[in-house]
């Protein structure tokens, strides 16, 4: 299973609670501001949420930055419409074992992790989405 968390999303105001997803595939994507792949990747990951649609699915973004204002500053030039919590102390980000950045994961209906994701390069957002329709049982 994927370890629980909980936090407000700061660019949405929503209480997320990882738990409060069950029955929905999540895509959890852990960044920071001070890395190109994680800078380049927010909004291919907006755009693949908005292709997918919230029906059965939802983005989580968690920014790892140590100091909030950074990732709280590139959200204000470049916003996305999914949920973004920050861990600037590593609460989140330790139990899922982050050794490099983006870090993402797929999680199915029951919350367990089902694949995980180092980087990201342009386009691959493409074959997340095929995946994540995969795990959702939709055909593409």
């Known amino acids: 299973m994927a370890p629980g968390f909980s936090g407000q ?26 890395c190109p792949p994680c800078v380049a990747s927010l909004p291919a990951y907006n755009q693949m949420r908005r292709d997918i649609g919230t029906d059965g699915f939802e983005v989580i973004a968690v920014n790892v930055d140590e100091h909030s204002e950074d990732g709280l500053a590139f959200l204000r030039r470049h916003p996305v419409d999914y949920p973004v919590l920050l861990d600037p102390a590593g609460d989140i980000g330790i139990p899922y074992q982050l050794r490099t950045l983006p870090r993402s994961f797929i999680l199915d209906r029951s919350g367990r992790v089902v694949a995980s994701y180092r980087s990201y390069s342009a386009g691959d957002e493409q074959m997340l989405k095929q995946e ?5 049982g939709s055909p593409e």
């Open 132 to 136: 994540i329709l995969r795990v959702m």
């Open 9 to 34: 999303a700061v660019n949405t105001g929503q209480s997320i609670r990882l738990q409060d997803y069950a029955g929905k595939v999540v895509f959890l994507d852990f960044w920071a501001s001070w």
